[in-house]
Every structure is written in structure tokens, then in C-alpha cells.
């Protein structure tokens, strides 16, 4: 009880998990990830657009302690609630990932990822909210709200 879960994290951390490396536009953030994300989308709803400035976001999920922020901790911007929330860079405001699920799973924005997952997105989610400049090319599912990988979540 006396540890903090960062040294706990450190600690237990797996050597044989390939990391992939992640940072905000500046440079002043950084984090580490497991090359381990559970699930991949798109995202079309109106609060990931303008999150993102974009036409969708392209994200994959993965659990919150399987993160680390490596570089600027003290520069990290939390917009939102407590146990959901967007994380993104104090100084150039990069969408960094959203932590939700009650603290549980991290969203990490793909497009802030240096090194490349071996996940790809495989679903456009929330397709009822997509903007209508913009037309979905591709032959990936999609889904009027959530994908059914995350129903439930
Ligand atoms: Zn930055
Ligand atoms: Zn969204």
C-alpha cells in the first residue's frame, strides 16, 4: 500500500512486450506503449471530430497500465472527467489518447504513434455522425454507434 503503481508498473513490467513510442507534436510529451491494443477503430462521432479537427479518429484501445508517459508529465493537459477523460499535451494541445472505462482502458489517437502497431483499425464506428463532406472509400464494417467488439464497454 506504501508503493506508488507507477514503481509497481515499473516493477512488473514485461521485458519480452515489444514498446512502441508515442509523442505530441511539440515534443514535450512522450509516452510508451505494449504493442498489445485489444481493438482498432474509426471513429466518426462529433466529439472525436472535433477532438481530432478531422473527418474521424483512428484509435485502438488497450488496458491504462500498459501506458507510460516517458517524457513531459508535468506538461499533460486533462480535459474532462475523472474516470474519462482526454489526455493531451499542455503545450501544443496534441490529442495524446482518452482514458475510459473508469480508469480501466487507454484510447490511444493512432496518428500520435511513432512506431507502428501491429493492430490496424478494422471498423468505422458512430457512421450515423459522420460528416458529409466526407465518404468512407474503404470496404471495412461499419457501425451505427459502437462497434460490437466494444458493446458493453
Ligand atoms: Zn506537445
Ligand atoms: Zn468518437
Known amino acids: 500500500m506504501c508503493s506508488s503503481s507507477n514503481n509497481d508498473e515499473a516493477l512488473t513490467r ?6 512502441l513510442a508515442g509523442e505530441c507534436s511539440c515534443g514535450a510529451v512522450a509516452y510508451s506503449v505494449a ?3 485489444r481493438y482498432a477503430l474509426n471513429c466518426h462521432c462529433s466529439q472525436c471530430r472535433k477532438a481530432t479537427g478531422s473527418a474521424f479518429k483512428p484509435f485502438a484501445g488497450i488496458e491504462l497500465h500498459k501506458l507510460q508517459i516517458v517524457r513531459g508529465s508535468d506538461a499533460l493537459l486533462r ?5 474519462a477523460h482526454d489526455i493531451r499535451c499542455g503545450r501544443c494541445g496534441s490529442l495524446l489518447f482518452s482514458v475510459v472505462r ?8 493512432l496518428g500520435t504513434l511513432v512506431d507502428t502497431p501491429a493492430i490496424r483499425p478494422t471498423a468505422h464506428i ?9 465518404e468512407i472509400t474503404d470496404s471495412l464494417p461499419q457501425f451505427h454507434g459502437f462497434a460490437e467488439s466494444r458493446r458493453g464497454g
Open 14 to 19: 514485461d521485458p519480452a512486450v515489444e514498446r
Open 35 to 37: 504493442n498489445e491494443f
Open 79 to 83: 480535459v474532462g472527467e475523472e474516470g
Open 102 to 109: 473508469n480508469n480501466l482502458f487507454a484510447h490511444v489517437t
Open 126 to 134: 458512430f457512421v450515423d455522425s459522420k460528416a458529409a463532406w466526407y
